[in-house]
């Protein structure tokens, strides 16, 4: 019953540090996504994947990299953090069905809370 | 800007009454998701609706997708404290797009 794993669930990084945070889901989706949580302002989509090797940029892109090696893994990137990337971080996966297809329900982590000093 | 408009932002209101929340936007959708997120968790859907006009019951909470696929309403009848939390709308397409939500809270 694992699901979408995220790691990890707390982190507090230093202006100018980098990090990743680690989502694993064990549903054999093929999409899967980044969303970060901020209040007042919902879930904004950061990057997405349709598959290993397929990544494209959402709604807030900026100071975020992504990558997609095996459909299992999709890790976020900060490469120099900025107290502005201050939120809660969101990995979702669905069962998607192709080019066309809509993305159908999404399946969410336990998110990940990180504070940039 | 957001994609999708949500309203009311903050809702409170005693158990027993009644509520209805909407999701607006200014696209079509080729389908609109409700999720529910409780605090420290991640959001998870309540219903899909596809159809323009689509109305969907899920015991106390009836769903509806505007006859032009931009709009939806969710309306709670008899809300319990069980109810309270973030209702989110999303619409989906090439990829998934959310509002910012409507935050319940019902009062015992």
């Known amino acids: 019953n694992a699901g979408v794993t995220q790691t990890p669930k707390f982190q507090v990084l230093k202006t100018g540090q980098s990090m990743t945070l680690q989502c694993a889901q064990d549903?054999?989706?093929?999409?899967m996504s980044w969303y970060r949580q901020d209040p007042g302002m919902g879930l904004r989509l950061i990057h997405y994947?349709?598959?290993?090797?397929?990544?494209d940029q959402g709604e807030v892109p900026n100071g975020y990299n992504v990558s997609r090696s095996t459909t299992e893994d999709f890790p976020l990137r900060l490469l120099s953090a900025a107290p502005s990337q201050t939120s809660v971080y969101f990995c979702?996966?669905?069962?998607?069905?192709?080019?066309?297809?809509?993305?159908?329900?999404?399946?969410f982590g336990e998110g990940s809370r990180l504070t940039v000093l | 800007t957001q994609l999708l408009e949500q309203s009311p932002q903050f809702l409170s209101i005693q158990e027993g009454e009644n509520l209805t929340v909407y999701c607006n936007s200014s696209?079509?959708?080729?389908?609109l998701q409700w999720y529910r997120q409780e605090p420290g968790e991640g959001p998870v859907l309540l219903v899909t609706?596809?159809?323009?006009?689509e109305v969907k019951k899920l015991k106390r909470l009836t769903f509806q997708f505007g006859d032009a696929r931009k709009d939806s309403s969710l309306h709670i009848t008899a809300a319990q404290p069980g109810d309270t939390g973030l209702y989110l709308c999303?619409?989906?397409?090439?990829?998934?797009?959310f509002g910012a939500g409507t935050r319940l809270t019902v009062k015992p």
């Open positions: 696209s079509v959708f080729s389908s």
């Open positions: 994947s349709v598959g290993a090797g397929i990544t």
């Open positions: 979702a996966s669905s069962y998607w069905r192709g080019q066309g297809a809509n993305t159908g329900e999404l399946f």
């Open positions: 999303a619409g989906d397409g090439n990829d998934m797009r």
């Open positions: 549903m054999n989706h093929e999409y």
């Open positions: 609706v596809v159809t323009g006009g």
